[in-house]
T-cell receptor, first 111, second 116 residues
Framework: AQRVTQPEKLLSVFKGAPVELKCNYSYSGSPELFWYVQYSRQRLQLLLRHISRESIKGFTADLNKGETSFHLKKPFAQEEDSAMYYCALSKMGTSYGKLTFGQGTILTVHP | NAGVMQNPRHLVRRRGQEARLRCSPMKGHSHVYWYRQLPEEGLKFMVYLQKENIIDESGMPKERFSAEFPKEGPSILRIQQVVRGDSAAYFC??????????????FGEGSRLTVL
């Protein structure tokens, strides 16, 4: 069975500080990893996916298969980054969006 | 495009009653997914449907829960004889037809069910 763990329920940083949201996964096959974000009063939306190797809103995430991690990082946090962040996993090659989500991390960026 | 529409946003039921949650996918999307979020937990996959077909219901409880996505109209998640443990936020998501798995699901705002 697959599992996604986000060890931090709450994370607080000050504006301009680096931020790292941790995500660890357990899966026997080849996973695809994603980060979803939910801003206040908005819907859950995709932030980035590991296969794209892209930076979105200054965030990056590297899949580390050795450590089974997919931590989300940003060098300089902004107040508008305050949101709930979910790490999610799916089976590589799955033709539909059956995702396993972590419990989520609430990020608060203080001015 | 109005996005994925769910209703009702809030639903209160007494134990033993039925709950019906509706979801209209984004225009042009023919794949619908239902997820459940219990308090203090992440979203958990329940069921994946295409028009008139249930593709994967591996996350659905075996009893009292059913889902459909008819040829016309919204997808419906139905919970019969609700119990307090059914209290949760139920999220619907959709994706376009024929899209390889990019993991991008478009979510609705959720329906919060409270069972008294």
């Amino acid at each position: 069975a697959q599992r996604v763990t986000q060890p931090e329920k709450l994370l607080s940083v000050f504006k301009g500080a680096p931020v790292e949201l941790k995500c660890n996964y357990s899966y026997s096959g080849s996973p695809e990893l994603f980060w979803y974000v939910q801003y206040s009063r908005q819907r859950l939306q995709l932030l980035l996916r590991h296969i794209s190797r892209e930076s979105i809103k200054g965030f990056t995430a590297d899949l580390n298969k050795g450590e089974t991690s997919f931590h989300l990082k940003k060098p300089f946090a902004q107040e508008e980054d305050s949101a709930m962040y979910y790490c999610a996993l799916s089976k590589m090659g799955t033709s539909y969006g059956k995702l396993t989500f972590g419990q989520g991390t609430i990020l608060t960026v203080h001015p | 495009n109005a996005g994925v529409m769910q209703n009702p946003r809030h639903l209160v039921r007494r134990r033993g009653q039925e709950a019906r949650l509706r979801c209209s996918p984004m225009k042009g999307h023919s794949h619908v997914y239902w997820y459940r979020q219990l308090p203090e937990e992440g979203l958990k996959f329940m069921v994946y449907l295409q028009k008139e077909n249930i593709i994967d219901e591996s996350g659905m409880p075996k009893e009292r829960f059913s889902a459909e996505f008819p040829k016309e109209g919204p997808s419906i998640l139905r919970i019969q004889q609700v119990v307090r443990g059914d209290s949760a936020a139920y999220f619907c998501a959709s994706s376009p037809q024929g899209q390889a798995n990019t993991g991008e699901l478009f979510f609705g705002e959720g329906s919060r069910l409270t069972v008294l």
